[in-house]
C-alpha cells in the first residue's frame, strides 16, 4: 500500500541521479509504495533507488536479441528502472499510426478505443503475436532482470501530436484498458503524458480521465492508493506546476532540457512544496540535443 509522498526520483540518458537513502535495488516481486515522510519511494517498506534509463522504443524496435542484450547491460551498470513508452504519439519521433519493426500498430485505423488484439500470443504466428502481445513480452523481460518499468501511458509529444488520437472521448476508457491489462503488475510506474504541458483545457482534462480508468482497471475501482503514478512534462516546467495537488500524483517529474544551471533550483522548488511529494529528474538532455 502506498502511503502519501516520497522525495527524489530520477532517470535519463544522461544518467542524472538521485540517491533515494540507499534501499535494495532489485526487488520487482515487492510492492511500490510511497514513505509516510512523502520524502521517498519505497519497495516492500524499504527504500527504492531509481536510477532510469530512458528508451522510448523499446517496444517498437529491438528484436528479442537485442532486447536481452540491452537489458543485461543496464542490470550491469546499476540502473534499477527502465523508462519506455507504451504508445508514441510524437509524429517526429514515431507515431501512433507507425508500424514497429515487427509491422504491427497499437490500434486498428489509429482508433484508441479500438486496440489491435488478437487471439493468442505466439511470437512465432504473426497472425496472433500482435502489438500488445510484444509490449507483455518487453515488461516481462525488464522485471525479470530485475527492473522497474516506468511506462508512458501514451506519449503525446510536446507539439502534442498525441491528442489527434487520445481525447477526452476515449481517454477513461483507454486508461482502463491499460489498468485492466496490467492489473496485478506492481512492478510498472505509472507515467502519464510524455514530454508534454497542455496546450487548452481540453487536453489538460485528458489526464485526469486517462488516471481514473487506470485506477479503475488495475484495482476495480477509483483506489489512487495501490496504483503510482506521474507525469512526464516537457522541457523547462514539472508536473507540480500542473497536478501537485491531485490525488492521483505520487511524485513530481521536472524536465530542464539543455539547462544544466536550472536542475537543483528546479528540484529544490518541487521538494520544498506543500503537500511534500517526491521530485526528480524526469528527462535531461540528450547528447547533441540543444
Known amino acids: ?37 512523502g520524502r521517498f519511494l519505497t519497495v516492500g517498506g524499504k527504500p527504492f533507488f531509481w536510477l ?27 540502473f534499477t528502472v527502465i523508462q519506455l513508452t507504451a504508445v508514441i504519439g510524437e509524429e517526429r519521433v514515431w507515431g501512433t499510426t507507425r508500424s514497429t519493426s515487427r509491422g504491427d500498430t497499437p490500434f486498428v485505423d489509429g482508433d484508441v478505443l479500438r486496440p489491435a488484439v488478437t487471439p493468442g500470443n505466439d511470437p512465432a504466428d504473426p497472425a496472433q503475436y500482435d502489438y500488445w502481445d510484444h509490449l507483455d513480452h518487453v515488461l516481462s523481460r525488464i ?41 496485478g503488475k506492481p512492478e510498472i510506474i505509472w507515467v502519464l503524458a510524455g514530454d508534454n504541458t497542455p496546450k487548452s483545457d481540453g487536453q489538460r482534462a485528458v489526464w485526469p480521465l ?23 512534462i516537457n522541457g523547462g516546467s ?21 539547462a544544466y544551471q536550472d536542475i537543483y533550483p528546479a528540484l529544490h522548488r518541487d521538494y ?12 535531461g538532455a540528450y547528447e547533441d540535443g540543444p
Open 238 to 258: 514539472s508536473s507540480a506546476d500542473l497536478w501537485h495537488e491531485s490525488t492521483w500524483l505520487d511524485f513530481n517529474m521536472t524536465q530542464t532540457w539543455d
Open 143 to 183: 522485471h525479470a532482470h530485475g527492473f522497474r518499468a516506468a511506462l508512458v501511458c501514451y506519449f503525446v509529444g510536446w507539439p502534442g501530436d498525441g491528442y489527434k488520437f487520445l481525447k477526452l472521448e476515449n481517454a477513461h476508457q483507454y486508461g482502463r484498458f491499460l489498468g485492466e491489462r496490467y492489473r
Open 52 to 78: 532510469g534509463d530512458t528508451v522510448w522504443l523499446l517496444a517498437k524496435v529491438p528484436s528479442r536479441d537485442e532486447l536481452e542484450l540491452y537489458l543485461r547491460t543496464r542490470a550491469e551498470q546499476g
Open 1 to 37: 500500500m502506498k502511503t502519501r509522498n516520497p522525495i527524489l526520483h530520477p532517470c535519463s540518458l544522461l544518467l542524472l541521479l538521485f540517491v533515494l537513502f540507499g534501499g535494495s535495488p532489485h526487488t520487482p516481486a515487492a510492492e511500490l509504495g510511497v514513505a509516510g515522510s
Open 272 to 283: 520544498e512544496r506543500s503537500p511534500v511529494k517526491p521530485c526528480g529528474l524526469g528527462e
Open 210 to 232: 486517462v488516471a481514473k480508468g487506470l485506477a479503475e482497471g488495475l484495482t476495480g475501482q477509483e483506489d489512487y492508493a495501490r496504483v503510482v503514478m506521474t507525469y512526464h
